[in-house]
Each structure stands twice: as C-alpha cells, then as structure tokens.
C-alpha cells in the first residue's frame, strides 16, 4: 500500500484539529445561549456547615416486663380449675390454678382423728398420772402423741394452702403452660404472669460499648412497630462480662408506650463520641431514578452536583461526599432546575 507523503499527512492533521476546535467552540456558544434561553429561577439557598453530630454505637436487644413470674405448684396433683386466659388481668392474690383436693382433704381429716384421739388418751392418762395410777413415762408418750398429731393437722392444714395457686402481683396471663386435666408437679411451671406497666430493654453490649455507659444515663431506644424514638433510662449494668460472648448485660427501663410489649425487638443507641459531618435540608436532595442530586449556586447559576447521602436527622440529612464546607444549596425550587440554568437567590 502507498504510503501518504509528509506534507500530506500534516496537513489532514491540522484539517483534523481545526475542525475539532470548530466542534467545540461551537458546542460552547450552543450552551451559552441555552443557559441564555432559560428563564431566571428565583430559590431559597442554604449554607452548608460543618456540623458536630453525635456518633453512636446500635446495640440490639429484647423488651422485657421488670415484674415476671412462672408459677409452680408445690404438690403433686391434678389440675381441676385454671379459671384465667391469655391475655387476661389478674389481681395479686386471685386464683389462677386449683389441684384436686380430694385426697388431701382425706389427709387433713386423717391428722384430726389423730388429734382428737391423741387428747382423749392424754386426758385420760393425765388423770391415771394424778391419783399415781401411771407412771411418768407413760404420761410423757402420751403428751408427746398428742403434740405429734397437732403437728401433723397443722402439716395437713398448710398442704391445703398449697392447693390453690394465686397470683403474686397484679399483672396479666403472658402463658399457659398447663390446662384442666393434666399433672402438675413441683417444678413444672402452669402459668406465667407479667406486669405491663414496667417495661425494660435487656441489650447485651460489647466491652469498649459499655465502657461508655453511666448508671441512670438517659439513652435512646427503637423499637420495630413503634412509631418514633423512645427514651430509657439505664437502670442496671452486670458487674462481670459474659466469659463466652464477652459482652456485658445492660437494662433499660422504659415507660409505658402504645405498642410497646413484652418480647419485642429493639435497638439502644449508645454514643461513643462526636464527628463533623456535612448536613443539608432534607428538601435539597434531589432524587432523579438511582442519582441524589443537589444544586449549587455559583456566580447566580445553578450547578448539579451528585452526592452521596447518610442518616437522617430530624429535617436534615448527612451528605458523605460531593459538597464541601460552606456551598450555597437551593433548598427549595430544587426539583424544577437544570444544569447551568440562572438563579436568583432569594
């Protein structure tokens, strides 16, 4: 194949650029006259600030009642009422379990019999003893006889208590674990009992996150399915870490909530220092599909810059990049600007 001489090729070089030049020279005066074209937009700016903001640790944790309880019967024995249900409100000292008393009954009038029948003997013998008909030894077994069977009717009197299971505190049936029919069994729980009205977050917090936190210090609290932020007051701080999870267990109570319950999942934030972020009105983001654009006025024009955003907080947001310290964002009329387009800053 020929090659081009020199001469030649310097030439369609020079052609080359010069019609380069012409293109964007060109391109220029088209979006100088474009910005012209675009009508003046009047705007509210804001000045960016480098801001102190709290930095705070999310620890997560359960919603638990302060006043719990799972009640056990102290005998062996079926179970015959169970008078409450789910949900249900009881006072401290309402029956919530009863046992089949049948045979107890049968013992306690055992220990009577045995009572009546030891004082008769006593009685009599007290009397041999006086007018020197019996002799000392036989006067003591019966006293200590008698003294045996009022100890075992006072014994059988005391089980009867224990037939009837009440509630401690007032509160309201979380669970049952038993119904009408079945055994119950030292040990074996038949209902649960929770107080309401006194609600705490268990969090277990890592050591350097704990290290951070004060007895009776104020902290917040979120809680799925409740609305806002909710505000706690540290109440308890194990002494010792957990030797396994090497975390430390923190309580914090809470005060009655609509929505709040018992089991529920939430977060306590714990602050472990200061930073200086970057905040601007929430109105001067602007989202165009996966983009968050903010506006900047330079020399009265609006320029679009891409940012990058981060939490919320209150009716401003965190920008991570793509301002600097005191830019002038349109914080309002953001959403109908173009690129370059006049602004007159109100």
């Given at each position: 194949?020929?090659?081009?001489?020199?001469?030649?090729?310097?030439?369609?070089?020079?052609?080359?650029?010069?019609?380069?030049?012409?293109?964007?020279?060109?391109?220029?005066?088209?979006?100088?006259?474009?910005?012209?074209?675009?009508?003046?937009?009047?705007?509210?700016?804001?000045?960016?600030?480098?801001?102190?903001?709290?930095?705070?640790?999310?620890?997560?944790?359960?919603?638990?009642?302060?006043?719990?309880?799972?009640?056990?019967?102290?005998?062996?024995?079926?179970?015959?009422?169970m008078p409450v249900v789910l949900g249900q409100r009881v006072k401290a000292g309402e029956l919530?379990?009863?046992?089949?008393?049948?045979?107890?009954?049968?013992?306690?009038?055992?220990?009577?019999?045995?009572?009546?029948?030891?004082?008769?003997?006593?009685?009599?013998?007290?009397?041999?003893?006086?007018?020197?008909?019996?002799?000392?030894?036989?006067?003591?077994?019966?006293?200590?006889?008698?003294?045996?069977?009022?100890?075992?009717?006072?014994?059988?009197?005391?089980?009867?208590?224990?037939?009837?299971?009440?509630?401690?505190?007032?509160?309201?049936?979380?669970?049952?674990?038993?119904?009408?029919?079945?055994?119950?069994?030292?040990?074996?729980?038949?209902?649960?009992?929770?107080?309401?009205?006194?609600?705490?977050?268990?969090?277990?917090?890592?050591?350097?996150?704990?290290?951070?936190?004060?007895?009776?210090?104020?902290?917040?609290?979120?809680?799925?399915?409740?609305?806002?932020?909710?505000?706690?007051?540290?109440?308890?701080?194990?002494?010792?870490?957990?030797?396994?999870?090497?975390?430390?267990r923190i309580k914090v109570d809470l005060s009655a909530h609509p929505g709040l319950k018992s089991?529920?999942?939430?977060?306590?934030?714990?602050?472990?220092?200061?930073s200086k972020t970057l905040r601007v009105p929430v109105s001067a983001v602007v989202e165009r599909?996966?983009?968050?654009?903010?506006?900047?006025?330079?020399?009265?024009?609006?320029?679009?810059?891409?940012?990058?955003?981060?939490?919320?907080?209150?009716?401003?947001?965190?920008?991570?990049?793509?301002?600097?310290?005191?830019?002038?964002?349109?914080?309002?009329?953001?959403?109908?600007?173009?690129?370059?387009?006049?602004?007159?800053?109100?």
């Amino acid at each position: 194949m020929k090659q081009l001489p020199f001469r030649a090729l310097l030439q369609m070089s020079t052609l080359m650029v010069a019609l380069a030049l012409i293109s964007c020279s060109a391109e220029r005066e088209g979006k100088k006259e474009h910005s012209r074209s675009r009508p003046m937009a009047p705007v509210r700016v804001h000045v960016v600030g480098n801001l102190s903001q709290a930095m705070t640790e999310e620890v997560v944790g359960t919603i638990r009642a302060k006043l719990q309880a799972t009640l056990e019967a102290k005998l062996s024995g079926r179970i015959a009422k169970m008078p409450v249900v789910l949900g249900q409100r009881v006072k401290a000292g309402e029956l919530v379990v009863q046992l089949d008393a049948a045979e107890f009954n049968a013992r306690l009038e055992q220990a009577a019999a045995a009572v009546e029948q030891s004082e008769r003997d006593w009685k009599r013998v007290s009397a041999l003893f006086e007018q020197q008909a019996a002799t000392r030894s036989e006067y003591d077994a019966a006293q200590s006889r008698n003294r045996m069977a009022k100890g075992m009717e006072a014994e059988a009197k005391a089980i009867m208590n224990y037939v009837e299971v009440v509630a401690p505190f007032d509160g309201v049936v979380t669970k049952k674990w038993a119904d009408v029919g079945d055994l119950a069994a030292p040990g074996k729980p038949l209902i649960s009992i929770e107080d309401p009205a006194a609600l705490q977050l268990e969090a277990d917090v890592s050591q350097v996150t704990a290290g951070h936190v004060r007895g009776d210090a104020r902290l917040a609290v979120r809680v799925d399915g409740v609305s806002g932020e909710l505000t706690g007051t540290v109440s308890e701080i194990a002494p010792a870490a957990d030797p396994f999870s090497r975390t430390i267990r923190i309580k914090v109570d809470l005060s009655a909530h609509p929505g709040l319950k018992s089991g529920q999942f939430g977060r306590l934030l714990v602050p472990v220092g200061e930073s200086k972020t970057l905040r601007v009105p929430v109105s001067a983001v602007v989202e165009r599909g996966q983009l968050e654009i903010v506006f900047v006025v330079t020399n009265q024009h609006a320029r679009l810059h891409l940012v990058k955003t981060g939490k919320r907080i209150g009716d401003e947001i965190e920008v991570l990049s793509g301002l600097h310290s005191s830019d002038r964002v349109v914080t309002e009329g953001a959403a109908q600007l173009s690129d370059g387009q006049p602004v007159e800053a109100k």
